[in-house]
């Protein structure tokens, strides 16, 4: 069955260091991939997709995710963490069957000063 | 500005009492969906709809209800709410032009609680 996996609840990261919160998959073929981010008490935004070519996608607020096929993940990452990109992140995937969005369970994000 | 808007922003009603829940974009988007969101369960989709007139169920259609009579409203109904669906609901829309690598757009959110 198809799949996406967030292995981690909670990421806790120093203000100032890099950061980065996991995502796996199970997909056949070639798959698209997102991730998006939900402030407190706000909507989700999207943040960046992988569809094909490069495999480091950058995105919105200096964040940026890695592809990699042969481990089936698609990692987010910054290389600097702000206290303000405290937050709750999900990846999704579309189900091949009818293209809707599979989603993780969502990463909390906090970053301390 | 672009967007997606919810009312209500909260909602308390209790058990059989029916509810509407209202999104409407103003983005001229075919595509809408809603969600709900649950601690550790991520987003799950309720309802989609492709374009106006077209619905289709997503893997917890279950006790609502929707309708696209026009491209810019989503309306999600619950016709019996019972405490298990007690969620906070997230409406979404993107357009179609390339398929599912279309970002979505979201509304802020409902939190409903129903007692």
């Known amino acids: 069955a198809q799949s996406v996996a967030q292995p981690e609840d909670q990421v806790n990261v120093a203000e100032g260091n890099p950061l980065t919160v996991k995502c796996t998959y199970s997909?056949?073929?070639?798959?698209?991939l997102f991730w998006y981010v939900q402030y407190p008490n706000r909507g989700l935004q999207f943040l960046l997709k992988?569809?094909?070519?490069d495999n480091l996608v950058k995105g919105s607020y200096g964040f940026e995710a890695e592809f990699n096929k042969s481990q089936t993940s698609f990692h987010l990452k910054k290389p600097s963490a702000l206290v303000s990109d405290s937050a709750l992140y999900f990846c999704a995937v579309p189900r091949r069957s009818n293209y809707q969005l599979i989603w993780g369970a969502g990463t909390k994000l906090i970053i301390k000063p | 500005e672009a967007q997606v808007t919810q009312n209500p922003r909260y909602l308390i009603t209790v058990t059989g009492k029916k509810l509407t829940v209202t999104c409407s974009q103003n983005m001229n988007h075919e595509y809408m969906s809603w969600y709900r969101q649950d601690p550790g369960l991520g987003l799950r989709q309720i309802y989609y709809s492709m374009n106006v007139e077209v619905t289709d169920k997503g893997d917890v259609p279950e006790g609502y209800k929707v309708s696209r009579k026009e491209k810019r409203n989503f309306p999600l109904i619950l016709e019996s709410p019972s405490p298990n669906q007690t969620s906070l609901y997230f409406c979404a829309s993107r357009a179609t032009g390339s398929g599912t690598n279309e970002k979505l757009f979201f509304g802020s959110g409902t939190q409903l609680s129903v007692l």
């Open positions: 997909v056949s073929g070639n798959p698209y």
């Open positions: 992988y569809i094909t070519g």
